[in-house]
């Protein structure tokens, strides 16, 4: 193929962010204007937290798919990882009911804190320093995904 690893994964990438953040907005507008739940907190904050949150899962899925090798082992492989993640998030159960050691893996989950940010930012006005708190670990967990991912799709195309 002509195309280097950096293009194949920001091609993989950009239409998964850009579905994810319309879908992202028309949520958050349909919570605000049809079941009028108020807004409190920065909505730019809250944009650019769905944005990483996004790319941090979009990371997640481009690593499990270069590993597998049909997709069949993609879908169990994303099945595997999004049930529990989703689980010990803080969704269903409060993080801190959890035993210690689950609480740290918690932490390297996206929707752990991407759910902290939409809880701050849509009922309490959450302060921007609680919000960059949050933030930054979904920053560093799209880095780590991303890289890794760009690694494993590069081994797999040589």
Excluded: C, Y
Excluded at 37 to 53: D, E, K, N, Y
Excluded at 84 to 104: D, I, K
Excluded at 109 to 134: W, Y
């Amino acid at each position: 193929s002509p195309t280097s690893t950096f293009e194949i994964i920001v091609s993989k990438s950009l239409p998964a962010l850009a579905i994810g953040t319309v879908l992202g907005l028309v949520m958050i507008a349909a919570g605000a204007f049809v079941f009028g739940i108020p807004f409190a907190g920065s909505f730019l904050l809250l944009i650019l937290s769905l944005v990483l949150f996004i790319l941090s899962v979009v990371g997640i899925g481009l690593m499990i798919s270069a590993v597998s090798k049909t997709q069949q082992q993609a879908i169990l492989g994303a099945f595997a990882v999004g049930v529990p993640a989703v689980l010990m998030s803080g969704f269903a159960t409060p993080v801190e009911n959890m035993p210690t050691a689950l609480q740290w893996l918690a932490q390297a989950i996206p929707l752990t804190h991407f759910l902290v940010i939409v809880h701050g930012s849509v009922l309490k006005a959450m302060p921007p320093s609680d919000i960059l708190s949050n933030l930054w670990p979904l920053a560093a967990i799209a880095l780590v995904t991303l890289t890794a991912a760009t690694i494993f799709v590069r081994a797999r195309l040589q």
